[in-house]
């Protein structure tokens, strides 16, 4: 049995940049065991399962993802690559629509807003290695940190052990920008905690979050990974699009018995 396959990194305008993510065309997704075992040997962050009816399922080497922003827009990356066209929306298997269109360019994904309210987190001084001005969460534990500017948010040295012991809360770091509106740092907790290369579901809780301080439902952002992203961010009811650059640095074929 052969599966065809793409490595595209996404929010990205050259190779090695972004957030990598592997495409996975096959007919059947409810063999949970099988896809998880192809997203560990692919060994990527992320791997979308897409069948001809545009169901999706994405998931990292250790588990199942329920949304993933970098994953859905490399997907639609592919499938519009291959198929044309100007749009196409994946059904997961909770049932959510997420929508990617061709902008520019590049593509523009639809994500649900996420708003976020104030939250008193004594902790996250220590987890991050620094005081920040300001936090808000949201109810599906992104917790937005204020910083003064660029410069702090740069120089963050989180304690990863830490993060490790702790839930898996994102930590959306952010300050106004230097060459973009906002930059942004991605920490996340829980086993396996690491820093994000870029994160589209941080970005729907940026939006929102920032679009009441600046007044004005358009934004550019950048993400300071080691990697590094940009998105072009827009505010649209309650729902945030999120514009940004695909490049497809490899395509193969997958072996599988069977």
């Not at 086993?191 to 870029?198: I, N, T, W």
């Amino acid at each position: 049995m052969t599966l065809r396959y793409w490595h595209v990194d996404a929010f990205a305008r050259r190779p090695f940049a972004g957030n990598p993510a592997a495409v996975v065309l096959l007919d059947d997704l409810s063999d949970a065991a099988r896809l998880q075992a192809l997203a560990e040997e692919i060994g990527l962050p992320a791997t979308a399962f897409v069948t001809p009816d545009r169901t999706i399922r994405w998931f990292s080497p250790g588990a199942e993802i329920a949304l993933c922003g970098h994953g859905a827009l490399a997907a639609g990356h592919v499938v519009l690559a291959r198929e044309g066209g100007e749009a196409v929306a994946f059904r997961s298997v909770s049932g959510s629509v997420v929508e990617v269109r061709r902008e520019g360019a590049g593509h523009a994904l639809a994500l649900p807003a996420v708003p976020t309210r104030p939250a008193a987190r004594s902790d996250v001084g220590a987890l991050l290695g620094a005081d920040p001005q300001e936090v808000r969460a949201s109810a599906s534990r992104h917790v937005i940190c204020l910083f003064d500017d660029e410069a702090q948010v740069r120089a963050l040295a989180p304690d990863l052990a830490a993060l490790a012991a702790g839930r898996d809360d994102q930590f959306i770091c952010t300050a106004r920008g230097w060459e973009t509106d906002v930059v942004s740092r991605v920490f996340v907790g829980g086993p396996g905690a690491r820093e994000d290369a870029v994160t589209g579901s941080a970005h729907a809780a940026l939006a929102p979050f920032w679009a009441a301080r600046l007044g004005r439902d358009r934004l550019t952002a950048h993400q300071a990974s080691a990697r590094g992203g940009d998105l072009a961010c827009r505010l649209d009811g309650d729902r945030v699009w999120l514009a940004g650059g695909c490049v497809t640095v490899a395509e193969g074929v997958l072996y599988l018995p069977g």
